[in-house]
């Protein structure tokens, strides 16, 4: 099954049955919000909104790991991530869809991991970071759709949830990033911890302040909302053309990543462990 996470406003999608919503606690608290569960052509999807009904949630305080736990607890096997950006290159202009092909990640507070205090360690490997199944479907089904879709992000992941100022902006320039944003990194590391394909597609809604202009968060709601009409249009396609049990990379790189003494581990922990890594 696929799962998205996104704002509000992309699960209005054309074409999608929605069936109900499902309360799942998780080891590690609750989700942003109930898991939505839905059809579309035949095909189930299921969708958590990132932020929280409303967008009450900082990208802080989002809280990633129980967001990943329960989209794999319904059966998810790779999650869509949707999101805002802001752009740092003059060639990824706002309204624009790009693929993120690997992170930099700024954060320092959050959760990043499931293995934090459990008394294991596991060195999960993060290359390549796009899925690389998941990628061509989405090239493949923006096609059809018509939606003009870029590639070559690499997405930088700072804490927020302030913009950059104009020093760290021409900083994260120089570091070879391209796209700026404050939640996709920490998705994508705990997706990979959980053996899930993950891939990001953002939407450019202004050039970072590097350009010299202001980026205000009312500005960027406006492209925002033009994007999100591109991207309901788009995400059907790719429910249309993704495989329920695809053979890939990405479910295998967390196979060998704990190196815990497994004499050492607990019962409790070890079902956290083995729900991971399946």
Same mark, same amino acid.
């Given at each position: 099954?696929?799962?998205?996470?996104?704002?509000?406003?992309?699960?209005?999608?054309?074409?999608?049955?929605?069936?109900?919503?499902?309360?799942?606690?998780t080891p590690f608290g609750q989700p942003s919000s109930p898991? $939505?569960?839905?059809?579309?052509?035949? &095909?189930?999807?299921?969708?958590?909104?990132?932020?929280?009904?409303?967008?009450?949630?900082?990208?802080?305080?989002?809280?990633?790991?129980?967001? !990943?736990?329960?989209?794999?607890?319904?059966?998810?096997?790779?999650? @869509?991530?949707?999101?805002?950006?802001?752009?740092? $290159?003059?060639?990824?202009?706002?309204?624009?869809?790009?693929? !993120?092909?690997?992170?930099?990640?700024?954060?320092? =507070?959050?959760?990043?991991?499931?293995?934090?205090?459990?008394?294991?360690? =596991?060195?999960?490997?993060?290359?390549?970071?796009?899925?690389?199944?998941?990628?061509?479907?989405? &090239?493949?089904?923006?096609? /059809?759709?018509?939606?003009?879709?870029?590639?070559?992000?690499?997405?930088?992941?700072?804490?927020?949830?302030?913009?950059?100022?104009?020093?760290?902006?021409?900083?994260?320039?120089?570091?070879?990033?391209?796209?700026?944003?404050m939640t996709n990194a920490t998705e994508f590391r705990l997706?990979? /911890?959980?053996?899930?394909?993950? @891939?990001? !597609?953002?939407?450019?809604?202004?050039?970072?302040?590097? &350009?010299?202009? &202001?980026?205000?968060?009312? /500005?960027?709601? $406006?492209?925002?909302?033009?994007?999100?009409? $591109? =991207?309901?249009?788009?995400?059907?396609?790719?429910?249309?053309?993704?495989?329920?049990?695809?053979?890939?990379?990405?479910? @295998?790189?967390?196979?060998?990543?704990?190196?815990?003494?497994?004499?050492?581990?607990?019962?409790?922990?070890?079902? !956290?462990?083995?729900?991971?890594?399946?």
């Amino acid at each position: 099954m696929l799962g998205i996470i996104g704002g509000s406003g992309v699960q209005n999608l054309e074409g999608i049955n929605w069936e109900g919503e499902i309360d799942i606690s998780t080891p590690f608290g609750q989700p942003s919000s109930p898991v $939505k569960l839905g059809e579309i052509g035949g &095909k189930k999807i299921a969708f958590i909104t990132r932020h929280g009904p409303g967008h009450t949630f900082t990208p802080t305080e989002v809280p990633y790991r129980a967001n !990943i736990w329960a989209l794999k607890k319904v059966g998810v096997t790779a999650i @869509l991530s949707v999101s805002a950006v802001g752009s740092l $290159k003059e060639e990824f202009a706002p309204g624009d869809f790009v693929i !993120i092909d690997d992170f930099i990640d700024k954060t320092f =507070a959050r959760e990043n991991t499931f293995f934090k205090d459990l008394g294991v360690v =596991a060195h999960t490997p993060l290359a390549p970071a796009a899925c690389p199944t998941l990628k061509e479907i989405v &090239k493949k089904a923006a096609k /059809e759709a018509g939606v003009d879709l870029k590639e070559g992000g690499v997405y930088v992941c700072i804490e927020g949830p302030q913009f950059s100022t104009m020093a760290e902006s021409k900083m994260h320039q120089q570091w070879g990033a391209s796209i700026v944003g404050m939640t996709n990194a920490t998705e994508f590391r705990l997706a990979r /911890e959980a053996g899930l394909c993950y @891939l990001s !597609i953002s939407m450019v809604t202004d050039y970072d302040v590097w &350009k010299e202009h &202001k980026v205000d968060a009312q /500005e960027v709601l $406006k492209v925002m909302a033009a994007n999100i009409s $591109k =991207a309901q249009k788009l995400i059907p396609y790719i429910v249309k053309h993704f495989d329920d049990n695809p053979e890939c990379v990405c479910h @295998l790189l967390n196979k060998n990543a704990v190196v815990t003494d497994p004499t050492k581990v607990t019962d409790d922990i070890r079902e !956290i462990i083995d729900f991971l890594l399946e």
